[in-house]
């Protein structure tokens, strides 16, 4: 099945300071990445769309000057978490969609633990 | 508006029952796909199955099985002889027609414990 991944798997930043985080296709393209977050226990939610060579699409009450997005190829997308606070903590996972095929399904990547002091 | 319900939030049972986590979806289109994902403790998401909405075979894969009823907006997933390796939370999920921003809405989950 496809392969998605995602750097790095944890991390612990200060208060104040920028995280960028890689999702990566790593054997198809994908023209569509999306982006969740999951808090504890909780359902995922998404945060927005990313389409290879155009802006992102967020969702209702995702800031996007907060959480910047770029996807400059067909391979790779990166969410940017700007000035991170502690209530930015949580678990964001990324997907891909398989350009490829006409299947209507999306590959998870690992997801990255982010904790904000 | 897209909904998926996962009204079971947490089941218990013991290694070799059976167990059915049921699935109940709402939408008004008339193609869509439905998705089951399987969420270890480990965190990554793993595809388990994806059905469309013109598709209404049951399917089986070794000890999972799906059966896909339209007529009650179910998605209903079994696992035979559960084993302890099944714990995880499982997601219920729904996207709309092809398209380049076929969007996934997520049910609740179910976290699934077996126990030897």
């Known amino acids: 099945g496809a392969v998605v991944s995602q750097h790095p798997s944890r991390v612990i930043c200060k208060s104040g300071t920028s995280v960028k985080i890689e999702c990566r296709s790593l054997?198809?393209?994908?023209?569509?990445m999306f982006w969740y977050r999951q808090f504890p226990k909780q359902s995922l939610m998404l945060m927005a769309t990313?389409?290879?060579?155009?802006?992102?699409?967020?969702e209702q009450g995702v800031e996007k000057d907060k959480f910047l997005i770029n996807h400059a190829s067909l391979t790779l997308s990166t969410l940017t978490v700007t000035s991170a606070h502690p209530e930015d903590s949580s678990f964001y996972i990324c997907?891909?969609?398989?350009?490829?095929?006409?299947?209507?399904?999306?590959?998870f990547g690992p997801g990255t633990r982010l904790l904000v002091l | 508006a897209q909904k998926v319900t996962q009204a079971q939030t947490e089941i218990s049972v013991v290694e070799k029952e059976d167990v059915t986590l049921d699935c109940v979806y709402e939408?008004?289109?008339?193609?869509?796909?439905l998705f089951w994902y399987k969420q270890p403790p480990s965190g990554e998401l793993v595809f388990l199955i994806r059905?469309?909405?013109?598709?209404?075979q049951n399917e089986i894969s070794g000890r999972y099985s799906w059966n896909f009823q339209k007529s009650t907006s179910s998605f209903n997933f079994t696992i035979t002889a559960s084993q302890v390796v099944d714990s995880a939370v499982y997601f219920c999920?729904?996207?709309?027609?092809?398209?380049?921003?076929?969007?996934?809405?997520f049910g609740t989950g179910t976290r699934l414990q077996v126990t030897l």
């Open positions: 997907s891909a969609r398989d350009f490829g095929t006409v299947q209507e399904t999306q590959y």
């Open positions: 054997d198809f393209q994908a023209t569509t």
């Open positions: 990313s389409n290879e060579g155009s802006k992102a699409t967020y």
């Open positions: 939408t008004r289109d008339t193609t869509y796909y």
């Open positions: 059905r469309n909405s013109f598709d209404e």
């Open positions: 999920a729904l996207s709309e027609a092809a398209g380049t921003a076929s969007k996934l809405t």
